[in-house]
Antibody, heavy 114, light 107 residues
Framework: QLQLQESGPGLVKPSETLSLTCTVS??????????WGWIRQPPGKGLECIGS???????YYNPSLKSRVTISVDTSKNQFSLKLSSVTAADTAVYYC??????WGQGTLVTVSS | EIVMTQSPATLSVSPGERATLSCRAS??????LAWYQQKPGQAPRLLIYGASTRATGIPARFSGSGSGTEFTLTISSLQSEDFAVYYC?????????FGQGTRLEIK
């Protein structure tokens, strides 16, 4: 059974870089059939796609975040990662990793505050 | 960017009754449309993908229909565990986008 688990700091200071990792178990991240992505949800608000990466290395980023986002894959660890630079309080959210549309992690709350 | 608009924002329905939720896309997304259910403190759960295919383990009372720009999620006989927020999601174009959600509450 495929499982995804987000990990990373729960508190990030303004202007710093948010870094999260998604560890995949029960399946290989090297599968060419799926996208591996990040979605976020500010407290009490809706869902926003941040971006995705495919096994080919192709990446797709939300234009509203593109200048600050990097998504990468580490096949040796069966993980993929999110980096979001120059964060502000508006980046406070629950961050989810996902495979395609079906499998999501449980989410991790990241608060941006000094 | 494709804008997904859900209606109504809140729907009040009695247990055992039918609920119909709507989602409209600002341009065609073909059948690349998913529906999610989200309960407080939980990750969204996939209900429907491909506009009308139930995800694994989803009860038959959930059904999806539509293509292009107009989509519907129907819950045929509401159970207590169905009261939640529902989101539609297009994955036809980048950036992928979600509707703002419909809150399904007990009448």
């Amino acid at each position: 059974q495929l499982q995804l688990q987000e990990s990373g700091p729960g508190l990030v200071k303004p202007s710093e870089t948010l870094s999260l990792t998604c560890t995949v178990s029960g399946g290989s991240i090297s599968s060419s059939s799926y996208s591996w992505g990040w979605i976020r949800q500010p407290p009490g608000k809706g869902l926003e796609c941040i971006g995705s990466i495919y096994y080919s290395g192709s990446t797709y980023y939300n234009p509203s975040l593109k200048s600050r986002v990097t998504i990468s894959v580490d096949t040796s660890k069966n993980q993929f990662s999110l980096k979001l630079s120059s964060v502000t309080a508006a980046d406070t959210a629950v961050y989810y990793c996902a495979r395609g549309v079906e499998h999501w992690g449980q989410g991790t709350l990241v608060t941006v505050s000094s | 960017e494709i804008v997904m608009t859900q209606s109504p924002a809140t729907l009040s329905v009695s247990p055992g009754e039918r609920a119909t939720l709507s989602c409209r896309a600002s341009q065609s997304v073909s059948s690349n449309l998913a529906w999610y259910q989200q309960k407080p403190g939980q990750a969204p759960r996939l209900l429907i993908y491909g506009a009308s295919t139930r995800a694994t383990g989803i009860p038959a009372r959930f059904s999806g229909s539509g293509s292009g720009t107009e989509f519907t999620l129907t819950i045929s006989s509401l159970q207590s565990e169905d009261f939640a927020v529902y989101y539609c999601h297009q994955y036809n174009n980048w950036p992928r986008t979600f509707g703002q959600g419909t809150r399904l509450e007990i009448k």
